[in-house]
């Protein structure tokens, strides 16, 4: 069965950084893209970036460009979002997820945060607050 595991969620200081973490089983990220969501209270789920199983193209929301960064270590079968200068805004809930289908060109994944994909995280809280 493939499950997709979320950590690194918390409670962080506006300006702070925190690295969420989506790990894998039972499937080989070559095979997939992967991508990173959010879900606030009251909103839409919003599509953040995504990154080609085989690492070579990722794309990024113009809400996250030049803050976050997303990263993929193969051998472990992980992704991570690196984000840095958060804000208050940032507050929500962390997704991950995988798409077969979308493993050459994850643009969509982003564009279209309500898009249904293969396989998603239970999700992780991010609170930015002072």
């Known amino acids: 069965e493939v499950q997709l595991v979320e950590s690194g969620g918390g409670l962080v200081q506006p300006g702070g950084s925190l690295t969420l973490s989506c790990s894998a089983s039972s499937f080989t990220f070559d095979d997939y893209a992967i991508g990173w969501f959010r879900q606030a209270p009251g909103k839409e789920r919003e599509g953040l970036t995504c990154?080609?199983?085989?690492?070579?193209?990722?794309f990024y929301a113009d809400s996250v460009k030049g803050r976050f960064n997303v990263s993929m270590d193969n051998a472990k079968k992980t992704v991570y979002l690196q984000m840095n200068a958060l804000k208050v805004e940032d507050t929500a809930v962390y997704y991950c997820a995988a798409d077969q289908a979308l493993r050459d060109g994850c643009i969509i994944m982003v564009l279209d945060g309500t898009r249904r994909l293969d396989h998603w995280g239970q999700g992780t809280q991010v609170t930015v607050s002072s």
């Open positions: 990154i080609s199983g085989r690492g070579g193209f990722s």
